[in-house]
């Protein structure tokens, strides 16, 4: 790891552990990713900090539909338009869903910078 993640905006965080993914999450596998995001989101909200709020939200928006998945369900449907055969996927699925997650996860911290500037 070539930097510490004390004193990165949340952006540069994600990115950094998008980076070094193996570093956060034992193999990689989307379900890690899934569930440490959860637990970033869960320690966030217990310590005052705005964790994920909104990010469910913000995907339902992006991709103007719904559906009953939560936020990891919105992911793979943005990042597999087509649609996909099980709940499980395969490994070159996993790996564009996780791509397409951070991408998103970037773009909904920049929109949350952004109104949290304005609204200052």
């Known amino acids: ?3 510490s993640p004390v004193g990165m905006s949340e ?3 994600f990115a950094h552990v ?5 570093m956060f999450v034992v193999g990689s596998r989307l379900t890690g990713v899934e569930g440490f995001l959860d ?3 869960q320690h966030a909200l217990r310590h005052g900090g705005p964790g994920l709020s909104g990010w469910r939200e913000w995907l339902v928006t992006r991709r103007g539909q719904d559906c009953d998945h939560g936020w990891p369900g919105q992911v793979r449907h ?3 338009p087509d ?3 099980q709940w499980e996927l395969t490994l070159e699925e996993e790996a564009k869903v996780i ?3 951070f991408t998103l996860l970037d773009e909904f911290l920049t929109a949350r ?3 949290d500037t304005r609204g200052s």
Do not use: N, P
């Open 83 to 85: 649609g996909w055969e």
């Open 39 to 41: 637990g970033y989101d």
């Open 18 to 22: 998008a980076k070094w993914l193996g």
């Open 99 to 101: 791509q397409v997650l």
């Open 1 to 3: 790891m070539t930097a």
């Open 78 to 80: 943005i990042a597999l």
């Open 113 to 115: 910078e952004a109104s």
């Open 11 to 13: 952006r540069e965080y």
